[in-house]
């Protein structure tokens, strides 16, 4: 499939194809397609948005239909989109009005469907002014409130071999014993061995970015992981490496290691924890929406 939305922070990697490869027809109606915290984009808006790219050649019909993985690519990427925008006005950030002009311009010029010439000009401006965002002073709050909402997490990983060991692991983190010196000694998960457990590139680095260790878990631990409050532990989680216990390290920690790795990309990492902790509701007949990889397969 061809790359044929912009380019933004917001969206990265969402154009990869996802879906069934079948080639299904799109369902019009005013009904939801998709929804990002009760926002709601319908079948007729995402129809609009596929016709329109079918008509400038970036998308093929064959005899009328859009293969799912083209229809369930493109949802992806508005419902990046869309969480995208709910983070700049839950920050308070206004789209500059003079690069929203330009932006509809251009994409007016390509798109006679003013509609979506909107959309796509949004879409572009969105992106942009995401990755120019500072770190915010309330990143305390932010992270104390949940880790994952920063898309930096500080986390430690035990995988224990059965169910019994893993509920006795939580047992002596709930008496007051110290995760790490636990996953150190009983952490069974040779891909952690090198980091003590910890989600990160070595030891002595405690905090990841979430697009980085979202690759490196599964999708039961990474859910899990989100879920999981500052200073807290998770319940038992089981994949096919075991028996999980896992936990946020506290803000008082890890605020200096978790400062160096956000401030390298403030804005990117914002919007990745915004989609990853979002809401997302995709209806049936287009798939389901994968956290992991914040796409709809």
């Not at 380019?7 to 397609?33: D, F, T, Y």
């Not at 998308?59 to 419902?79: E, F, P, Q, R």
């Not at 061995?193 to 990474?222: F, I, M, N, Y």
Request: hydrophobic fraction near 45%; aromatic fraction near 6%; charged fraction near 20%.
């Amino acid at each position: 499939m061809k790359q044929y939305l912009p380019r933004i922070a917001v969206v990265a990697a969402a154009l990869a194809a996802a879906g069934a490869v079948a080639l299904i027809a799109l369902a019009r109606g005013p009904v939801a397609a998709f929804s990002v915290n009760g926002d709601e984009w319908s079948r007729d808006e995402v129809h609009r948005v596929v016709d329109s790219l079918v008509k400038a050649g970036q998308i093929t019909a064959a005899n009328g239909k859009v293969t799912g993985d083209d229809i369930a690519a493109v949802m992806s990427v508005l419902v990046q989109y869309s969480a995208g925008r709910q983070l700049l006005a839950e920050r308070g950030v206004t789209l500059p009005q003079d690069a929203l002009t330009t932006a509809r311009q251009q994409y007016g010029a390509a798109f006679t469907d003013p509609f979506v010439a909107g959309v796509f000009a949004d879409m572009s401006v969105t992106g942009k002014v995401i990755t120019s965002l500072p770190a915010p002073q309330d990143m305390k709050s932010i992270y104390e409130d949940r880790p994952a909402l920063t898309g930096v997490l500080c986390a430690v990983d035990v995988t224990l071999p059965s169910e019994s060991a893993a509920r006795a692991v939580l047992g002596e983190i709930d008496a007051g014993g110290d995760v790490l010196a636990i996953a150190r000694e009983k952490s069974v998960n040779k891909d952690l061995e090198a980091t003590d457990g910890v989600l990160a590139l070595s030891a002595d680095t405690p905090c990841a970015g979430l697009s980085w260790v979202k690759d490196k878990v599964s999708a039961p631990v990474l859910e899990e992981l989100i879920a999981t409050g500052a200073g807290k532990r998770s319940s038992v989680v089981r994949d096919a490496a075991g028996w999980h216990v896992l936990a946020n390290r506290p803000w008082s920690e890890v605020s200096g290691a978790h400062a160096a790795v956000f401030s390298k990309d403030p804005g990117r990492n914002l919007a990745v924890g915004f989609t990853a902790t979002a809401d997302v509701t995709v209806a049936s007949e287009y798939g389901t929406w994968d956290r992991a990889s914040q796409t709809i397969k």
